[in-house]
């Protein structure tokens, strides 16, 4: 899909009023919205969380947010969408970036509240899940915690940093494991005999 549609629109104008008029009555509600698949546009999240639009990135952060705003995944595959148009886009790794930790004590223990690089605040817990992938050159870990509907936020490298500051070793299985709690849950890293030196 290029740029300019048929009628003479931009297509990045589209979307961004009709989140615009969604979002004045609440969030979209796009897992309510199944339009028509209108093929690719030419946008992308790279693995740093920029958002590019025909090989530029969008440096208006409020745009991102409002394009962050009808992001939706659909098994591996991302889309723009609003009532009427669903667009692919393509997402190198996690669409959004966890950039700022804050540990509180709640009703079940010590609670992380993780923002992403879009605003969204989550407490890691049942409904907000923390997890850890190897990486496969670096064989090192990447956090990653559930924003919504399937859409991740890639932890930052200093943000990483804060969570094994956090970390703690339990006896999972029978096995040591390091890792860190919130909200009643932890969340094992790796064994805790791997860590020792």
């Not at 969204?120 to 817990?125: H, I, K, L, Q």
């Amino acid at each position: 899909m290029s740029k300019t549609r048929q009628d003479g629109s931009n297509i990045l104008e589209v979307f961004a009023d009709t989140v615009k008029t969604a979002s004045s009555k609440g969030p979209a509600p796009v897992h309510l919205w199944n339009p028509p698949y209108c093929g690719e546009i030419d946008m992308r999240i790279a693995a740093d969380g920029t958002w590019f639009y025909h090989g530029t990135p969008i440096g208006r952060p409020a745009l991102v947010k409002l394009f962050a705003s009808i992001l939706k995944r659909e098994g591996n595959n991302y889309f723009l969408v609003t009532p009427a148009e669903k667009c692919g886009i393509v997402v190198a790794d996690a669409p959004f970036m966890a950039v700022e930790l804050k540990a509180a004590e709640g009703a079940a223990g010590r609670e992380l509240h993780l923002r992403t690089n879009v605003d969204d605040v989550v407490t890691c817990g049942p409904d907000h899940p923390l997890r850890f992938e190897t990486e496969v050159v670096t064989l090192g870990l990447k956090p990653y915690v559930h924003v919504r509907s399937g859409l991740w936020a890639k932890a930052t490298r200093a943000l990483w940093y804060e969570l094994v500051e956090l970390g703690e070793v339990r006896e999972i299985g029978g096995t040591e494991m390091f890792g860190v709690a919130s909200a009643g849950e932890f969340y094992a890293m790796a064994p805790a005999a791997d860590l020792k030196t």
